[in-house]
């Protein structure tokens, strides 16, 4: 098995991956690593460029999808290519430094099942930085892992993390979060960061928008993927609540007052809210019979990590 897999997915990179393979060799030399570059539907020379060096380099792979489907489903993609007992991601822009590579396949060395990069002194424009701190501090908050830097591309990982979080939508940026959440050690190294020389950036104001749709996933995967009953029933207990509450009122009104409810629209808002507290609950009670229905023993197996004694 090849020890170290590094994954890049590129959209448009043409002038910086000859330069990227470059450093990656130097950063891994004297280990058996393969580099996987993924075309992500870009529209320049990318693949041309990446076909050649797979032809000139025995350890550069390439891989070329259909369209631009994201940056998550190009990893997914590099990581079903992967035969490595590790796993290196990283953008293609040149801003991550490969030269901190062997230091983060050290800490993983130290008993770490994903090391995330925090960008210290990011060389990016302040447009960028201040909603990313701002991201990582709601992010921080809402999955229980409070890392400095969620949006580092630059992370290293045993293999089996890769396989076992979801990658879709933009959850690339939540890979850490989804770790810890499967019980994965997961902990944060400081990088280099350089400046981009090369091309412009991805990234736009959709993309921070897309990130926080996704923290709700993400939210409620890691927080109710579980116990989805917890989650709807008790967003309808609030409004079945609010309505009861609503109803009462009016009810006192209709007995102690000689004032009319019937064509009061906080009557209407009153069943509304109780009808819809009763559907949420019994959405959450569908749920947990698809759940106990789909639930099987290797799900449960993926939980145990170690075992002694006489086999079962």
Known sequence: MTEVSVLVPAKDEEATLAALADEVAAALAGVDYELILVDDGSTDGSWKVMSALAEERPAVRAVRLRRNFGKAAALAAAVAEARGRRVVTMDADLQDDPAEVPRMLAELDTGADLVSGHKVDRKDPLS?????????????????????????????????????????????????????????????????????????????????????????????????????????????????????????????????????????????????????????????????????????????????????????
């Open 128 to 312: 960028k930085r201040l909603p990313s701190k701002v991201f990582n501090k709601v992010a921080g908050v809402i999955t229980g892992l409070p890392l400095k830097d969620q949006n580092c591309g630059l992370k290293a990982a045993d293999a089996e993390v890769y396989r076992r979080v979801p990658l879709y939508g933009e959850l690339h940026r939540y890979i850490p979060a989804l770790a810890h959440n499967q019980g994965y050690k997961v902990v944060e190294l400081a990088v280099n960061h350089r400046p981009r020389e090369h091309g412009r950036s991805k990234y736009g104001f959709e993309r921070y928008l897309r990130g926080a749709i996704d923290l709700l996933t993400v939210m409620t995967i890691t927080k109710y993927g579980r116990r989805p009953a917890h989650l709807f029933s008790g967003v309808g207990a609030l409004f079945g609540a609010l309505g009861f509450a609503i109803l009462l009122y009016l009810t006192g009104v209709w007995v102690f007052t000689a004032e009319a409810i019937g064509t009061r629209p906080l009557l209407n808002l009153g069943i509304l809210l109780v009808i819809l507290g009763v559907q949420m609950v019994s959405f959450g009670l569908i749920a947990e019979m698809l759940l106990h229905r789909t639930a099987r023993r290797d799900e449960v197996a993926e939980m145990v990590v170690e075992r002694t004694g006489d086999e079962p």
